[in-house]
């Protein structure tokens, strides 16, 4: 069972365009068995089958990886860590906080974190309109979170002048897109093509305009 889904993950990040060491591919892997094993009791992810978490979760996650400008992000609502830990697996350099208001899913995570040796990775329990950071944030990324104004008006405090959201969405969200809020521009959308993954999939950059 690993070694085929190790085969597809390997696939999926060479037809993303990505690199990834053995190291790294290992920590995605045991990412995905933590996962798998924590999802029956902590209802993490709506995928029960681990093969079926490659696609839809880890190269859905990677697949905004060239769409990473800057050293600092924050993944809001961040749940099973989806996209945050897989970038943050691949991207040891850069800095990734993630943030969720529920304590289960935050306990997941620092587990994460612990057992993975992900130095890179800091974990907030909050609810994201209250968390206050420190360091400067470059991009603020989210997946099935909210719709794109309610994660303006949540996260905006977080970005400086000219900083980007990234929004992952299924459909084009149109509607979503004509509700932008004063302030903020769409600066690209890019539908994306995830690996073993026929459900559309789009990415949203958001633009905070000076």
Same mark, same amino acid.
């Given at each position: 069972?690993?070694?085929?889904?190790?085969?597809?993950?390997?696939?999926?990040?060479?037809?993303?365009?990505?690199?990834?060491?053995?190291?790294?591919?290992?920590?995605?892997?045991?990412?995905?068995?933590?996962?798998?094993?924590?999802?029956?009791?902590?209802?993490?992810?709506?995928?029960?089958?681990?093969?079926?978490?490659?696609?839809?979760?880890?190269?859905d996650s990677?697949?905004?990886?060239a769409h990473?400008?800057?050293?600092v992000f924050?993944?809001?609502? &961040?749940?099973? $860590?989806?996209?945050?830990?897989?970038?943050?697996? %691949?991207?040891? @350099?850069?800095?990734? *906080? +993630?943030?969720?208001?529920?304590?289960?899913?935050?306990?997941?995570?620092?587990?994460?974190?612990?057992?993975?040796?992900?130095?890179?990775?800091?974990?907030?329990?909050?609810?994201?309109?209250?968390?206050?950071?420190?360091?400067?944030?470059?991009?603020?990324?989210?997946?099935?979170? &909210?719709?794109? $104004?309610?994660?303006?008006?949540?996260?905006?405090? %977080?970005?400086? @002048?000219?900083?980007? *959201? +990234?929004?992952?969405?299924?459909?084009?969200?149109?509607?979503?897109?004509?509700?932008?809020?004063?302030?903020?521009?769409?600066?690209?959308?890019?539908?994306?093509?995830?690996?073993?993954?026929?459900?559309?999939?789009?990415?949203?950059?958001?633009?905070?305009?000076?």
């Open positions: 069972m690993i070694s085929s889904i190790e085969e597809e993950l390997r696939q999926g990040i060479v037809k993303l365009g990505l690199f990834a060491t053995d190291q790294q591919i290992n920590l995605l892997l045991n990412y995905l068995v933590l996962l798998n094993k924590w999802n029956a009791s902590f209802n993490l992810s709506g995928v029960a089958e681990i093969n079926s978490m490659v696609s839809r979760h880890l190269l990677l697949s905004i990886n990473l400008k800057g050293s924050i993944d809001i609502g &961040s749940g099973a $860590g989806l996209p945050g830990i897989p970038l943050a697996i %691949l991207n040891p @350099k850069n800095h990734f *906080i +993630l943030v969720d208001s529920n304590g289960k899913k935050t306990r997941f995570l620092f587990q994460v974190k612990t057992e993975l040796g992900l130095a890179n990775i800091d974990v907030e329990n909050c609810r994201i309109e209250h968390y206050q950071s420190n360091q400067q944030i470059d991009m603020v990324m989210c997946r099935a979170f &909210s719709a794109i $104004g309610d994660v303006v008006s949540k996260s905006q405090h %977080l970005l400086k @002048k000219e900083g980007k *959201i +990234l929004a992952m969405k299924g459909r084009y969200p149109e509607d979503e897109i004509a509700a932008l809020p004063d302030g903020f521009e769409i600066s690209k959308t890019i539908k994306l093509e995830i690996p073993g993954n026929e459900s559309e999939r789009h990415l949203v950059e958001v633009l905070k305009k000076c």
